[in-house]
């Protein structure tokens, strides 16, 4: 089975902090995704990768960034956290291939800025 | 325009009874499509994926794609209570970006 690992399932995280969400899959994807989830606006694309140290904005990428310094860990950075990136963040990772292309989460980290 | 777009809900239907969710999509370089399931607190988990036109059936499950119309659906068949939860439509564009965007999800409730 896929496994896609999220460091943390609650963070609590004083207003200002540098703040690091990890993920970890084990399946060998070349793409890896985070995904910020609130209610009435599902699952918005902060940033995705598709290859080591290759990554794109997605939809909300201000105040974000990212890195993938190796295939299977991808980690996203709040620089300098604000309550409004209180959410629910949830990471996925997919393959490439043609075909089977679905994407596989994990548990989510749900992160409050105080 | 969003490129992924579902009705919120939420949907209301008895049990035993065949559940509709729709969905459409803005880009016709949309290549593939996927519903998920996504239980309150819980992370999304695939249900179906389609990537061609017509009709496929998994289950109790069937899901329908129409490129010419830029939709996509699931069919749910003898719905049942464990059925309630969110249902997620998202689209995959090809190339190099293997960009994946969700819709914002439909609530389905099963009554009893």
């Known amino acids: 089975d896929v496994k896609v690992t999220q460091s943390s399932r609650y963070l609590v995280k004083r207003t200002g902090e540098k703040v690091f969400l990890e993920c970890v899959q084990d399946?060998?994807?070349?793409?890896m995704f985070w995904y910020r989830q609130d209610p009435g606006l599902g699952l918005r694309l902060i940033y995705f990768?598709?290859?080591?140290?290759?990554?794109e904005k997605g939809d909300i990428p201000e105040g974000y960034s990212v890195s993938r310094e190796k295939k299977e860990r991808f980690s996203l950075i709040l620089e300098s956290a604000s309550t409004n990136q209180t959410s629910m963040y949830l990471c996925?990772?997919?393959?490439?291939?043609?075909?089977?292309?679905?994407?596989?989460f994990g548990q989510g980290t749900r992160l409050t800025v105080v | 325009q969003k490129e992924v777009e579902q009705n919120s809900g939420p949907l209301s239907v008895p049990e035993g009874a065949i559940a509709s969710l729709n969905c459409t999509y803005s880009?016709?370089?949309?290549?593939?499509f996927f519903w998920y399931r996504q239980y309150s607190g819980k992370s999304p988990e695939l249900i179906m994926s389609?990537?061609?036109?017509g009709d496929k059936e998994d289950g109790r499950f069937t899901a329908q794609l129409n490129k010419a119309s830029q939709y996509v659906s699931l069919l749910i068949r003898d719905s049942q209570p464990s059925d309630s939860a969110t249902y997620l439509c998202?689209?995959?564009?090809?190339?190099?970006?293997?960009?994946?965007?969700f819709g914002t999800g439909t609530l389905l409730a099963v009554q009893p």
């Open positions: 996925a990772s997919s393959p490439t291939r043609q075909g089977a292309r679905e994407a596989f």
């Open positions: 399946m060998d994807h070349e793409n």
């Open positions: 990768s598709y290859d080591v140290k290759m990554k």
């Open positions: 880009d016709r370089g949309s290549q593939s």
């Open positions: 389609i990537y061609s036109n």
């Open positions: 998202a689209g995959r564009y090809g190339g190099a970006t293997n960009k994946l965007i």
